[in-house]
DNA sequence: CCTGAAAATGACAATCATTTTCATTTCAGA
DNA sequence: TCTGAAATGAAAATGATTGTCATTTTCAGG
């Protein structure tokens, strides 16, 4: 574990959910760090494989990211407008976890979002 | 519906699963038929958008494809292999429109993947 | 048959995330 | 202080996907 390994690590506390290696470099720029997109990629490649990082992929194929064990939650998305609420998703954690013993799936994790338009939109 | 939506979905029936759009693209250029790539992309997106499709992504990001079933499904993934596996989702309908409802979205649809590691692998 | 507008096609270039390369820097231990 | 392996990051390479645009095909109406 060095040093941009902890500096990832702290951005993605900072998030708390899912986010892209892009999103990540763009944050620690701004947060004044000094670190190149190269070893950003690569700190998330080693966390990933030592499994303190779960990477997926968003629906148009860019990987994302977030720690391990967080208790996540999902999100309500507006369609128009962009706002997000976060939402408690209880039943598909147990939806998870039966189909995962129906069909014999390990270390299994899922994503599920939802997206409609709010009620201002 | 076009010749070349007719060609791709004939492609996918002899495949029988999922394919990348550039595996897709040599098997149509192997069985001599003459369609371009860029013709196979727009093809797909064609076909996805109208649910005669199925897009998700193998663990490098690479879009596959496969035909659709009738039935609005969800999907287990495994991991490691990339087998997939049709599962039920009644209970995140259900959930959907609790959600909706209870923040006052209209017109929401929803997105849901599990992801594991099968028995085989 | 024509004919022209609209749709479809495909070669090529552009885009964008990710990976590779490689020269430089860091730093722990001798 | 010296030394070599590991870490770093700028820049180039890669590879899937998308955009562009000139050409071809389709086809309804004359």
Redesign the interface.
């Known amino acids: 574990m060095n040093k941009s390994e902890i500096k990832v690590i702290a951005v993605l506390e900072r998030v708390g959910g899912f986010a892209s290696a892009q999103e990540l470099y763009q944050l620690l720029q701004r947060s004044g760090e000094s670190i190149g997109l190269t070893t950003v990629y690569r700190a998330l490649q080693s966390l990933v494989s030592d499994k303190i990082v779960d990477q997926?992929?968003r629906?148009d194929?860019?990987?994302i990211y977030r720690l391990c064990g967080d208790t996540h939650h999902h999100h309500?998305v507006?369609?128009q407008c962009g706002s997000t609420?976060e939402?408690e998703?209880s039943?598909?954690e147990?939806?998870?976890k039966a189909?995962?013993e129906?069909?014999?799936?390990?270390?299994?994790?899922?994503?599920?979002?939802?997206?409609?338009?709010?009620?201002n939109c």
Request: hydrophobic share 45%; charged share 25%; proline share 3%.
């Open positions: 997926l992929r629906e194929g860019e990987a309500l507006c369609k609420v939402i998703g039943a598909i147990r939806w998870t189909m995962a129906e069909h014999g799936f390990r270390e299994v994790g899922h994503t599920a979002e939802i997206f409609g338009i709010c009620p």
